[in-house]
């Protein structure tokens, strides 16, 4: 099993849609866990950490579920310039120092 | 600010050429780290650093050699190009909480072609 895997999509919707992404992640012992977004050819950017009691950005809810193992972003109200790639990330490796990337889901939003 | 410098951005090179990618960053940051991208593949950790003088392998590190001799600077050496090299490579840095990286700061990337 993958260490960290997400729907790969792509998500179309619509302006003004709310549109939800789901990741798993293999090791229980993680305990930092992120959501980037990468526009296309850019590189890699924070959107926002996920807290056990989940966290709310604007838009954008990250939600945390310890006890099977998942991660979920929620992006209400969507925008045309939501549509990018958007990475699930969470802490492991042999030590739990390294940060592993899931393949990511593509969203694209039209008007 | 510079951030995260990665350099060559693009690189065209032969199969069983070496080189070496360049990455410095201005933040003091102790953990920095390789990963490549590929389409369909995702980003994948090659080698990572939590400070000057440690490094360790990450998922794929077959094919590259890391060192750390300062805390700003962080290169990825290719020891013999093969076409499977063919990728987005992308150094990343941030502060180590002494658990595990915060955020990562990204450079813009170097595009490598192995022919």
């Known amino acids: 099993r993958k260490e960290v895997e997400q729907d790969p999509g792509p998500f179309n919707v619509p302006e003004g849609a709310t549109v939800a992404f789901n990741c798993t992640y293999s090791?229980?012992?993680?305990?930092?866990f992120f959501w980037y977004r990468q526009d296309c050819r850019k590189e890699p950017k924070l959107l926002m950490s996920?807290?056990?009691s989940g966290n709310e950005d604007g838009r954008f809810t990250a939600q945390l579920n310890r006890a099977s193992q998942y991660i979920s972003l929620l992006i209400r109200d969507s925008k045309l310039s939501d549509s990018a790639t958007y990475l699930c990330?969470?802490?492991?490796?042999?030590?739990?120092?390294?940060?592993?990337f899931g393949k990511g889901t593509t969203l694209s939003v039209s008007s | 600010n510079a951030g995260v410098t990665q350099t060559p951005k693009f690189q065209v090179l032969k199969t069983g050429q070496s080189m070496t990618l360049q990455c410095a960053q201005d933040m003091n940051h102790e953990y920095m780290s390789w990963y490549r991208q590929d389409p369909g593949m995702g980003l994948r950790l090659i080698h990572y650093?939590?400070?000057?003088?440690?490094?360790d392998q990450g998922e794929v590190p077959n094919g590259y050699n890391v060192s750390r001799s300062t805390t700003e600077d962080f290169p990825l050496r290719l020891l013999s190009a093969a076409p499977s090299q063919t990728s987005v490579y992308f150094c990343?840095?941030?502060?180590?909480?002494?658990?595990?990286?915060?955020?990562?700061?990204f450079g813009e990337g170097s595009r490598l072609t192995v022919l």
């Open positions: 650093s939590v400070g000057a003088g440690i490094t």
């Open positions: 090791n229980s012992a993680s305990q930092s």
């Open positions: 990343a840095s941030s502060y180590y909480r002494g658990v595990d990286p915060g955020e990562l700061f």
């Open positions: 996920v807290y056990s």
């Open positions: 990330v969470v802490n492991g490796g042999r030590a739990g120092t390294a940060l592993i």
